[in-house]
Structures are given as structure tokens and as C-alpha cells.
């Protein structure tokens, strides 16, 4: 059985880090891109970073362009979201989506609360 499984959230102040991770079972992430997906309360669930598979080529959104660097252990089957200089609107749940069409895995779930 395939999970996919976020962790690494909490609470910070603004300006403050947090690393989540996703790992996975019954799947190499390696073999899928990966997305971390963001979303704020009250509103729709949007794509913060994606990393490719294999080669590992990445994308941000502009929001979190120079504060968030997504990166991938492949011996430990783990994809990463370094978060930093955190803002109030980071707030929300971040996703993370492991996918190779027309296959799509989504975990969870992990809180993120930043305050002011």
C-alpha cells in the first residue's frame, strides 16, 4: 500500500524556519516529481515548489522565490521544503503530491502556523 506522509510542521515566528518532509512507503520518490502544495485557510490549495524526477530540476512560485528550497534525499526516500524568513502568510497546510501521470499520491497534511 502506497503513503505518502508529511511532517515537520509547527509553529514559528515571522521571520523564523521550518523543514518539512515527505517521505514515502510502497514508492520510490525518485522515480515521481514531487510537489509541495500550500493551503492557507479558507482558500484553495495552490503549488509552492516542485523538484523533477530524476534529474531533480526544481521550480518556485514567485511568493516563496529565495525563502523556500525544495530538495530530495534519494537514500532516504525523502523530499525536503527548507522554509525560511517565514511570513504570517505562510500559514495553512502544505501538501506534499508525488506524481507520474496518470498516477498521483497525496499525503495528509502538515500544519504550518506562522504569527506576527
Known amino acids: 500500500q502506497v503513503q505518502v506522509v508529511e511532517s515537520g510542521g509547527g509553529l514559528v515566528q515571522a521571520g523564523g524556519s521550518l523543514r518539512l518532509s515527505c517521505t514515502a512507503s510502497?514508492?520510490?520518490?525518485?522515480?515521481?516529481?514531487v510537489g509541495w502544495f500550500h493551503q492557507a485557510p479558507g482558500k484553495e490549495r495552490e503549488g509552492v515548489s516542485c523538484?523533477?524526477?530524476?534529474?531533480?530540476?526544481?521550480y518556485y512560485v514567485d511568493s516563496v522565490k529565495g525563502r523556500f528550497t525544495i530538495s530530495k534525499d534519494s537514500a532516504k526516500n525523502t523530499v525536503y521544503l527548507q522554509m525560511n524568513s517565514l511570513k504570517p502568510e505562510d500559514t495553512g497546510v502544505y501538501y506534499c503530491?508525488?506524481?507520474?501521470?496518470?498516477?498521483?499520491?497525496w499525503g495528509q497534511g502538515t500544519q504550518v502556523t506562522v504569527s506576527s
Open positions: 503530491h508525488a506524481y507520474v501521470e496518470p498516477v498521483h499520491y
Open positions: 510502497g514508492l520510490t520518490l525518485d522515480s515521481y516529481a
Open positions: 523538484i523533477s524526477s530524476g534529474s531533480g530540476s526544481t
